[in-house]
């Protein structure tokens, strides 16, 4: 059993006095996220909070829709998407609401609305079995897979504390002995192998049964739902919290997932805190929670959250489940910061905490939120790399870099280590496919993750990172991949320079691959350069490609290309049998460039070659018998046969193109010659500009950090200390 990492045993012996107080004392509802508290305090202010106001005539119009006709529980029959899955969220979001309104307004109708509704779930749910279209793991019974149903229970036991109150005995038992409670059972001891699980459906399920606990006074309950269904702490909430979360607040799964996790641990959160205020559970693992919320808006850019793993690109920090974490981290430490988010996500909640931000806001109080560069790492210790953020300002329209050097992921992350991404004026240049899903769509594949997110979305090739003879990092074994993360040899931020570097061994056998990358600030740049360097060893002769995955239309590149007017997929298996293989553009000694267009910028990407390497130009969609993918466009480098190998590539971004008053300013890259020298433990890139300035970035080998460098070789001088330096050439 694990309550913190220093004093297990006498926390569980509080525990257990803290919830024999709490099933002696009479219980006052509501009494989870929300209070009794709470309600009055809304009751008696919201006509002096203009916000609040309007949010309640919304929630007013929206519900009273619902309830002119009589409620609609189907039986289950459809997977997700299909009406029956559809109409079974809609019940469940209408319970909270209802019973929400219940204790705002008192008006009886909203209770007697939510009451029909349980006690014809209470009447239905005991004749159901596993749902139809059950899912091939976890099925559920009111939905294809038990996730969704601990939704359901999660927000109908919220709904439930604000109307417990005024339900009749006979009532309560018939909806507790033939809903709630079977329901919470089948979530625990029904599928132990989910409610154990580590994982963001355990999260759901946890937080649902012990919300379920408190409310229904069933200690039981909320035991397994904090320590897990053996009690011993080797699973549960609490365990939850110590696996998921990184010391930095990154959850293991990505943002995407991060975003979809926190409701549930929140929200229960809150629910604990309300109960057993001597848990003071948001300071467990020095604040893991509240760090979790900040760290959700830091993996963010324009609204969206970077689409790392398996993710809906269109998800953005604006999602309900970080409404209410933002409003609940507020409550909290009243960081006017927080307020600024509250404003972008302009949704209100009626919630004590939502309330209070509505006030805050009333009041003007809110600060900007600093988006900042920071370095976040993965694992339970902060030992499985990290997540390296690189920006450029915070403003609308800055630039910022992410480069992926986590562990991967579990079962819901790609094949991409050390993989990057690009952002500038609010759209993303340098891209990352997401993944291939029609979330909730029933016609496209049943709402299901499609083949293909397996097979294209998954694989190295997807990404933008070094693939190795057309295979993916770790054979495709997610397991195996799991087990290892890239190594951060350095991270270091400066108004010139922020640069990282890590080393990845294990991904593809006798090889090792180090990425150094950089932004850096140029006065005579109009934007910040993005120089990569990507080291491969390896005891054999390989063939080498490294991506670009780019969102833009093609303006030039370097030499002709070779057009391919047979419609041929670029390979055979790991991602390459969904490539087009387009055309292909051999390259020269010395350096070769591509520039795109995005929007009204431009962007070149410049590349040290050799005669035996060439350009593909490819586009996602061969194979793709389904029409399932999105037509992307990428290039890839390739070098066909060599057992060390060193990319090293620049991106810039330049100029303005204006279709209305039809001028362009500034077209072409500034990069006029990229040289690399790899010396004794040392890389030294020569950037030569066409102003005629030339800058030197030296970096340090591995284990040489702390020595004086000096370094007088090829026209290069240079003394140093540490693990690079970058300088102007005399």
């Known amino acids: 059993m694990q309550l913190n990492h220093r004093k297990p045993l006498i926390n569980f012996i509080c525990y257990l006095l803290i919830i024999s107080m709490h099933a002696s004392a009479e219980q006052l509802n509501p009494n989870l996220a929300i209070t009794q508290k709470d309600i009055l305090n809304i009751s008696q202010n919201i006509t002096q909070i203009p916000l609040a106001q309007k949010a309640l005539v919304t929630l007013v119009k929206e519900t009273d829709k619902h309830i002119d006709s009589p409620p609609v529980v189907p039986i289950p029959k459809d997977a997700g998407g299909g009406f029956t899955h559809e109409q079974h969220k809609r019940n469940y979001k209408l319970i909270y609401d209802l019973g929400l309104l219940y204790q705002i307004t008192e008006n009886k109708k909203y209770l007697d609305y939510a009451k029909s509704i349980f006690l014809i779930y209470a009447d239905i749910y005991p004749t159901l079995g596993i749902h139809p279209k059950r899912k091939e793991q976890s099925p559920g019974v009111l939905f294809w897979q038990s996730l969704n149903e601990a939704m359901w229970l999660f927000y109908a036991i919220q709904g439930y504390d604000m109307i417990i109150s005024s339900l009749s005995s006979s009532e309560k038992n018939i909806i507790e002995q033939n809903l709630l409670i079977p329901m919470a059972d089948f979530l625990s001891s029904g599928q132990p192998e989910t409610f154990n699980k580590i994982h963001n459906h355990g999260t759901w399920a946890v937080s649902a049964v012990g919300m379920t606990g408190y409310t229904l006074n069933n200690n039981d309950l909320v035991t397994k739902a904090l320590y897990g269904l053996d009690k011993s702490g080797d699973s549960g909430f609490y ?76 998800k953005g920090i604006d999602t309900i489940e970080l409404v209410h974490s933002v409003a609940i981290a507020y409550d909290i430490n009243k960081d006017p910061s927080l307020l600024s988010i509250a404003k972008l996500q302009n949704h209100l909640l009626l919630t004590g905490y939502g309330f209070n931000v509505a006030k805050a806001l009333d009041a003007k109080l809110e600060k900007p939120f600093i988006y900042k560069s920071l370095q976040l790492r993965d694992g339970i210790e902060g030992d499985m790399g990290a997540l390296s953020v690189f920006r450029n300002g915070f403003e609308s329209g800055h630039q910022a870099l992410v480069m992926k050097n986590t562990s991967h992921g579990l079962g819901h992350g790609h094949f991409d280590k050390m993989h990057w991404l690009f952002y500038d004026n609010n759209n993303e240049i340098i891209s990352d496919y997401g993944a291939a899903r029609f979330l909730n769509i029933e016609a496209k594949y049943g709402g299901h993750y499609l083949p293909e997110n397996n097979k294209w979305a998954k694989q190295t090739i997807a990404h933008n990172t070094v693939v190795l003879n057309e ?31 890590s080393k990845l061994m294990g991904a593809y056998k006798d090889s090792v691959l180090t990425r150094t990358m950089a932004m850096i600030n140029l006065d005579f740049l109009e934007h910040p350069l993005i120089v ?19 969102q833009g239309h093609l303006i030039s590149h370097s030499g002709k290309i070779q057009y391919n007017p047979v419609q041929e997929a670029l390979g055979k298996s790991n991602g390459y049998e969904y490539l087009w293989n387009k055309g292909t553009v051999a390259l020269e000694n010395g350096l070769s460039q591509m520039t795109w267009l995005n929007t009204n910028r431009f962007y070149t990407y410049s590349t040290m070659s050799n005669t035996n390497e060439k350009f593909i130009f490819s586009q996602i969609g061969a194979n793709d ?35 209305r008053l039809e001028f362009t300013k500034n077209a072409k890259s ?15 890139i020569k950037l030569h500009f066409i102003n005629g300035d030339t800058y030197i970035l030296a970096i340090s080998g591995e284990g040489d950090w702390e020595s004086n460098h000096n370094l007088n070789e090829d026209n290069i001088n240079l003394e140093w200390q540490g693990h690079f330096t970058f300088v102007k050439s005399n």
Do not use: C, M
């Not at 604990?272 to 760090?291: G, H, M, S, V």
């Not at 990569?532 to 780019?550: E, G, R, V």
């Open 239 to 314: 365990k939850q919290i110590d696996e998921l979360f990184s010391p930095d607040g990154y959850y293991a799964e990505g943002p995407y997932y991060q975003r979809f996790a926190l409701l549930p641990f929140v929200i229960f959160a809150k629910s604990i805190n309300t109960n057993d205020p001597n848990l003071k559970i948001f300071e467990y693992k020095d604040n893991a929670l509240i760090k979790a919320i900040y760290t959700t808006i830091q993996l963010s850019y324009s609204k969206l959250f970077f689409p790392i793993n398996d993710a809906i690109k269109d």
């Open 471 to 501: 295979s993916s990092q770790f054979n495709g074994d997610w397991h195996e991949s799991q087990k290892t993360a890239p190594e951060i040899l350095f991270f270091k931020e400066g108004d010139l320079i922020n640069i990282t570097s």
């Open 532 to 550: 990569d360097i990507f080291d491969i060893k390896s005891k054999h002769k390989n063939q080498y490609d490294l991506p670009l995955h780019y």
């Open 625 to 659: 018998e389904s029409f399932n993918l999105r037509n992307e466009n990428l290039i890839i480098h390739r070098v066909p046969s060599s057992q060390n190998h060193t990319f090293v590539s620049v991106l810039e971004t330049h100029g303005e193109y204006n279709p």
């Open 670 to 684: 500034s990069i006029v010659k990229i040289e690399h020298s790899n010396f004794v433990n040392k890389n030294v």
